[in-house]
């Protein structure tokens, strides 16, 4: 993906986040959505100079897209209706829901056996610590570069949601939703990661992650 193109789908996901509500869509809306996102981005990609995504361009967008909701009074509180079928846990790891007070267990996600992880650069040596007869290596920061399969195969987004996979939903580690808002913001609703922080993590006696009572986005 261009610089250019990653700028316009920021910038429409940008647009669409403001002038609309959450809106759980039927299968054949979310198609047409997802053709008219594109075709919006094609158009300003073939003209460059255009100001297709200037501060107006959501006026063009409320013209032609039949799935804006401008319902700017609807309450914050919203359920969104998900088939356990269509939540795809991404991870290598099982994933315990808990219940809202932490004490029951409400079912369990287990690994699909299909894992997603990020790629990235070779870190690069900056310098050696001695802790007493230790001695450890410390790296600069991983600058991560993109999303791989488990067996290491480069990762298209796009290639989740193809045919019937349209209506599926994946838990991924934090890096990996992180990285799928910043570069395909347009799927970003369909992604989660388990809430580990003081609110939503379960520990045990131990003090260890056990489980969940929130998904994150």
Known sequence: MSSLENKYRCRFNEIITQRTSSHVYKKYEIIIYRYFT????????????????????HLIIIMFNPMIKLKQSETLKRKR??????????????IHLYSKDKKKMLMVLESEG??????????????????D??????????DFTGLMD??????????????????????VAWPVLEYVKKNYSMYSD?????DSGPQGGVRDSGGRI???INLIQ
């Open 38 to 57: 594109e075709l919006v981005i094609y158009i300003a990609l073939l003209v460059p100079h255009s100001n297709i995504l200037n501060s107006q361009s």
């Open 81 to 94: 209706p998900v088939k356990a079928g269509n939540i795809i846990n991404a991870t290598p790891h099982s």
């Open 114 to 131: 299909f894992y997603i992880r990020m790629k990235s650069e070779p870190q690069i040596f900056l310098y050696t610590i001695d802790i």
């Open 133 to 142: 007869d230790i001695s450890m290596d410390v790296n600069s920061e991983q």
């Open 150 to 171: 488990q067996s290491g195969k480069d990762l298209d987004v796009k290639q989740l949601f193809d045919g019937e996979k349209l209506e599926n939903m994946y838990i």
């Open 190 to 194: 369909r992604f989660f990661t388990p």
């Open 210 to 212: 056990i489980g969940t």
